[in-house]
């Protein structure tokens, strides 16, 4: 919108000659306008988020893993079972692995048990990413001091609702 108007304004203010130059001027702040568009319009709502984490919360293990691998399948990520406990899927996408730990994803409070036993399983696999999923509750400081220096992912709340609404979580920790 903001494109157009100074199209418009530019093409009133300046001679003729120079019209087709501010035109072309100001298309790039066109098509950042529409790329934010159709993500924002592509972005599943708060609303929307919150309830598919409240219905999370209720499932039980079968049925959120179920969830989890349909969201796996949309995104185009093999999922798998993993050769050691400490895991619940062993994830392949662009021919890279990463280790994944969801069976806490209902807990309040996240401490680093669940997180050490995710990087023995990375360590004793070879595989050198992994990822910790929960619903809700926050992870306490010293976890998430350990999951910075053992690569491991965190997809917490608001991470967790766009995956399983079949949306690629933002990569940050």
Do not use: C
Not at 47 to 64: K, P, Q, T, V, Y
Not at 65 to 70: H, Q, V
Not at 114 to 137: C, D, F, K, V, W
Request: charged share 20%; proline share 5%; no cysteine.
């Amino acid at each position: 919108m903001l494109a157009i108007a100074l199209s418009a304004l530019l093409a009133a203010l300046i001679p003729r000659e120079y019209v087709f130059f501010a035109i072309v001027g100001t298309l790039p702040l066109f098509i950042v306008g529409v790329v934010a568009l159709w993500r924002q319009l592509q972005t599943p709502s708060q609303e929307r988020r919150e309830a598919i984490l409240a219905e999370a919360g209720h499932m039980n293990w079968d049925s959120f893993a179920k969830r989890a691998n349909e969201s796996w399948r949309i995104l185009g990520i093999h999922a798998s079972q993993p050769e050691h406990a400490g895991a619940d899927w062993r994830i392949a996408q662009d021919g890279k692995y990463t280790l994944v730990y969801a069976r806490r994803w209902k807990a309040s409070v996240h401490g680093l048990e669940p997180l050490r036993q995710l990087a023995e399983a990375m360590e004793s696999t070879g595989i050198n990413q992994g990822l910790y999923i929960a619903a809700g509750g926050e992870l306490s400081p010293p976890a998430l001091r350990y999951a910075r220096e053992h690569n491991i992912q965190i997809w917490l709340g608001d991470s967790l609702s766009l995956f399983l609404l079949g949306k690629e979580p933002p990569s940050a920790s």
